[in-house]
């Protein structure tokens, strides 16, 4: 399989500042980068997707100002969860989406725990 | 309907049986279907994915696809403790970049 790297692993940060998570493709391009996030003992929930160069698309309820996306490369995207607070606490996933034989591989990262006091 | 559905609810298995887990779909045009593992407290891992009507194999795995049902399904054979895990099952939808995942189904193996 492709690897995906996060970054951070997990951070603790107070309400009110703003985090920065990238995602990186390692071994392949990704001009699609997923970003999803997951409550415990809960399904993944797809926040957004990210295109290279453009502008990522969000899903109904997730707020664009509040999580911005940038995917300034092929292997590289970042999320930036702004005035985080303690509902924003979650494990927050990327993964890329690389073009094989399946047609659509999606890889993901190991994610990025977020606890906000 | 849901696009992607995994109804059943733990699995238990003892340890040497087969874990079976059924996954069906709504769309019809859904050409790619994958199963994932994840383990609790880290990220979704690629273990199969199937195209192709019929069965496919990998090791213990084989995961099994029938497209005039829309269901797929994997099988775990020889069930490890390692293989306690929650089993997503994923279809790319036809005409969509992205991937819609079921629910997820938490299989644990007894020693």
């Known amino acids: 399989g492709a690897v995906v790297s996060q970054h951070p692993s997990r951070v603790i940060c107070k309400s009110g500042t703003s985090v920065k998570i990238e995602c990186r493709s390692l071994?392949?391009?990704?001009?699609?980068m997923f970003w999803y996030r997951q409550f415990p003992k809960k399904s993944l929930m797809l926040m957004a997707t990210s295109n290279e160069g453009s502008k990522a698309t969000y899903e109904q309820g997730v707020e664009k100002d509040k999580f911005l996306i940038n995917h300034a490369s092929l292997t590289l995207s970042t999320l930036t969860v702004t005035s985080a607070h303690p509902e924003d606490s979650s494990f927050y996933i990327c993964?890329?989406?690389?073009?094989?034989?399946?047609?659509?591989?999606?890889?993901f990262g190991p994610g990025t725990r977020l606890t906000v006091l | 309907q849901k696009e992607v559905e995994q109804n059943s609810g733990p699995l238990s298995v003892p340890e040497g049986a087969i874990a079976s887990l059924n996954c069906t779909y709504s769309?019809?045009?859904?050409?790619?279907f994958f199963w994932y593992r994840q383990y609790s407290g880290k990220s979704p891992e690629l273990i199969m994915f199937i195209y192709s009507n019929g069965d496919k194999e990998d090791g213990r795995f084989t995961a099994q696809l029938n497209k005039a049902s829309q269901y797929v399904s994997l099988l775990i054979r020889d069930s490890q403790p390692s293989d306690s895990a929650t089993y997503l099952c994923?279809?790319?939808?036809?005409?969509?970049?992205?991937?819609?995942f079921g629910k997820g189904n938490q299989v644990v193996v007894i020693p």
């Open positions: 769309d019809r045009g859904s050409q790619s």
């Open positions: 994923a279809v790319n939808i036809y005409g969509n970049n992205r991937l819609a």
């Open positions: 993964s890329g989406r690389r073009s094989g034989r399946s047609g659509v591989e999606q890889f």
């Open positions: 071994d392949f391009q990704a001009t699609t």
